[in-house]
Each structure stands twice: as C-alpha cells, then as structure tokens.
C-alpha cells in the first residue's frame, strides 16, 4: 500500500512553570517519539485514557501545533519545512474535524458563510462554481437549503457536526484527522455521524486519523487502530488481530474495561486490570506503563520499550514491550 502520511520521531513537550515568578518546574512530556504511518485510504483510529495526548498528537501532525521535535512526511513533503504559502498550499489537502461542533464553528457566521470559508482562503473556484458545491455538500450531509442563513446557534448538536464534516470535505482532502468527533453527541446521531464518514470515505477515499476513547466507535470504522499510553504509542495492529490478540498489557486493560452485558470469568482471566497510578513509581528513562504494569521488572524501569513486531504477523502487528515477542 502506498504510503500518504509518515510521522517520524515526532514529540511535542510544553514547560511546566507554577509560582510568581513563573519558574520552570518539570517538562510535560505530551507527545514522546512517536512514529506511525497512515496509508492511502486508510482509516487509523488512535485510542487511550483521556489526557495521554490524542488530541495534541493529531493538532501536531497538522502543524495546528509547532513539533518540539521530529517530523511529518505528506506525499512525501517534509511538513516542518514548509512554511508560509507553501505550507498554506499543502494543508487544502489537510483537514481536521473538531470534538466540539459548536465551539469549531463561528457564531457570527450563517451557514453558508462557514462553507465558503474553505474557498475563500484558498482562493477556489468561481462564485457559481462554489455555490454548486455548497448544495452538493448539504444534500450529502443531509442537510435542505434552507439551513443556509441560519447560525450555529440555530442548529442541534447533530447538524452541526455534519456542516463541520461538510466544511471539512469542501476542498476534497486527501487526509482529515477526525478528534473525537462523536463524543460530544447522543448514541443515535454518533451512529449517523459514523455512517456519514464512512460513506464519505468510501466516495471521496480520503485517508483518516480517528481520534477516540471510544472503542466501540474504533472498532466499527477503523482498518488499523494504535493504542497511546502518556504520549507514546504501545500498540499498533489492523483492528481484527489488536481486538481478538491484544499484546500489550495497557490494551489488555482497555478490552477489560469495555463493559460487557454477560460477566464471562474465562474471558475476565485472558486480560489484566490496571494497578492505580503511582506518579512516585514512575520511571523517565524506562517504561511509561511501569507503575501500573502487573508484567513490570527492572528493566521496565531503566530502558523504555520501542515499538517492534509481535507475534504471528510481525510486519502488521507492534508493541512497545519488553516482555511481548
């Protein structure tokens, strides 16, 4: 498969300051060495607890936040070498899509406005030309005309996180990170808002990072799904073999979590459930999973695992463990 994006060694850390005096305390360490690729018309989703640096790694990759270090390879382009007009180029095949549809759309702008951005600031299309395509989006997001003069205000939860996909397709991207854009609605219009992305895939074959806590949304529309513990990622696999054959402890806990309507002891034995957070245990030269880890030894404290092939198919299949082949 051909490869679109490449995220290579890339880290994003923030200072940490506290007092009067505004003096440097620790390093948040929100992304660390992370490494992925995402092939052409592939869906990745990205899972973890709230606070591991979903978000932030998918802000990062767009370049929405500056790197600390490492880089990000589109169509083969070296994203943090561009800058100005040719990076403002580039991001017309680069879209995100918000958590929040409300607070990601302005409210001083009608609907139609917010549309026309996109064109607007890439300088695209006709007048006619941009209209036309307008409609074409809100017939499939399902949305009538009507709706056009209306405000963000105007409109439920639902429909606006479907003129924020809209906005978001306006220009046919080639990629679109998607950061939690479920979350914030009810189970019967997530279900909507899925079956929408996953038509659009299939019709505009863009390729995606999901961003979600949700595994059960991962599971229906992803094709590979990475697991990411305190800014590294612990496991990457196509979806089928990380949720039948999990590897790593932290995914094993995950699964565990999901609540299941039947209590099943023999399935409750094949996973772990996680030891509290113990930030006395935690280790910055080894494992971040250390302290909770029930496999952890010495040398998950002292040297931090990289991400290597597992098990029966080690080309598709990764984990960052040291206890895992």
């Known amino acids: 498969m051909k490869t679109l994006l490449k995220v290579s060694s890339l880290s994003k850390y923030y200072t940490v300051k506290e007092g009067f005096f505004r003096k440097k305390v620790s390093i948040l360490k929100a992304v660390d060495d992370v490494s992925f690729e995402i092939f052409s018309g592939e869906t990745l989703g990205l899972v973890g607890e709230s606070g591991c ?11 929405l936040n500056e790197a600390t270090s490492g880089d990000i ?22 879209q995100m899509i918000f958590q929040d549809p409300y607070s990601s759309l302005n409210p001083f702008m009608t609907i139609e406005e917010t549309l026309k951005e996109p064109f607007y600031v890439h300088s695209v299309g006709t007048s ?36 924020a996909i809209a906005r978001a397709l306006a220009l046919k ?19 909507e808002v899925l079956q929408l992305l996953s038509s659009f895939k299939e019709e505009f074959g863009f390729s995606c990072l999901f961003i979600s806590h ?3 949304v991962v599971e229906q529309i992803s094709d590979r799904v990475a697991v990411m513990y305190l800014g590294s990622l612990v496991e990457i696999a196509r979806k089928e073999d990380l949720f039948s054959s999990p590897k790593h402890p932290y995914t094993k806990a995950l699964l565990e979590a999901v609540p299941r309507p039947v209590y099943d002891e023999e399935r409750r034995k094949k996973y772990f459930s996680l030891k509290p957070l113990d930030e006395k245990m935690r280790s910055p030269l080894g494992c971040a999973f250390y302290s909770r880890c029930p496999l952890a030894t010495r040398i998950c404290s002292e ?23």
């Open 128 to 163: 006619s030309e941009q209209d036309e395509c307008i409609r074409f989006l809100l017939d499939k997001v399902r949305m009538p005309l009507s709706y056009l003069k209306r405000y963000p205000k105007d409109l439920s939860g639902g429909q606006r996180q479907r003129i």
């Open 214 to 216: 949700d595994l059960a």
């Open 303 to 325: 040297e931090k695992p990289m991400l290597k092939g597992a098990g029966n198919n080690p080309f598709n299949h990764k984990v960052a463990c040291h206890h895992v082949t």
């Open 173 to 191: 991207p080639d990629f679109i990170v998607a950061d939690e854009p479920v979350s914030a609605l009810d189970v019967s219009i997530q279900s």
């Open 73 to 94: 390879f589109f169509k083969g382009i070296s994203l943090a070498s561009l800058g100005g007009g040719d990076l403002r180029k580039i991001r017309r095949s680069m």
């Open 53 to 63: 640096g979903k978000s932030t790694l998918g802000r990062t990759v767009l370049r």
